[in-house]
């Protein structure tokens, strides 16, 4: 019988987070954590190279099985996505042609009017559904579309997001905290002391007098 590798966590406080940050690339399309040595190569066969999609702030407090809603988790706006079951649909409400809800206490939420679905995603989706009746499916917010485009199928799941999480993602995009913005604010022991919103307006004002100063002097 073959034994699965076990690999403890490492905690690290969020004053580290520059640290932490330096450790994830991209490897092709996706950003990937890579342990480093002292001298910023990465360590060879470590068991610490995986994707990332984010980070995770665990309060101090005793560690218990199941969700926790004292963690919170940052990603990286690209790696945002919601989980809904989608399914086949002759309704001509649904101009897809599918269905996409979400679960909450008093039942299936129906969230098909906020999703951006072109000829061949749709395509791609339908071939993933095949001759199922239902599957849960992954989708990510896409600013360029201004809507959820379809991501992939998740076989390994057998329910959507329920409405806490996919209040709590929406909540997350319109913050649009960058991770600019979270190194800059974790860099403050009493958080009394952030500054980011005077800092980001300052520096909004110069990069308009610097752009008014090139055209008018391109005229």
């Not at 950003?31 to 001298?39: H, L």
């Not at 599957?135 to 076989?155: A, N």
């Not at 009493?190 to 110069?206: F, H, I, T, V, Y």
Request: charged fraction near 30%; proline fraction near 5%.
């Amino acid at each position: 019988m073959e034994l699965l590798p076990l690999v403890m966590k490492h905690f690290h406080p969020t004053a580290n987070v520059k640290e932490i940050i330096r450790h994830i690339a991209f490897e092709g399309a996706d950003r990937v954590y890579i342990e480093r040595d002292a001298q910023n190569r990465p360590v060879p066969m470590s068991k610490r190279h995986h994707k990332s999609d984010g980070l995770i702030f665990a309060p101090d407090l005793p560690y218990h099985r199941g969700t926790d809603h004292n963690y919170l988790k940052w990603k990286w706006h690209d790696t945002i996505t919601l989980d809904f079951v989608c399914c086949r649909t002759q309704n001509p409400k649904f101009v897809h042609g599918v269905m996409l809800t979400f679960a909450s206490d008093s039942g299936e939420v129906d969230f098909s009017d906020n999703i951006v679905l072109g000829a061949h995603e749709k395509q791609r989706l339908l071939g993933d559904l095949g001759n199922m009746h239902s599957l849960i499916t992954e989708w990510e917010w896409s600013p360029e579309c201004s809507g959820w485009v379809y991501k992939m199928p998740r076989p390994d799941k057998d329910r959507p997001n329920f409405s806490r999480t996919v209040l709590n993602t929406l909540m997350e995009l319109a913050e649009g905290m960058d991770v600019e913005e979270l190194e800059y604010r974790l860099s403050f022991s009493n958080p009394e002391d952030d500054d980011w919103a005077e800092a980001l307006a300052a520096s909004r004002k110069a990069l308009l007098a610097d752009r008014r100063r090139s055209v008018a002097g391109g005229t």
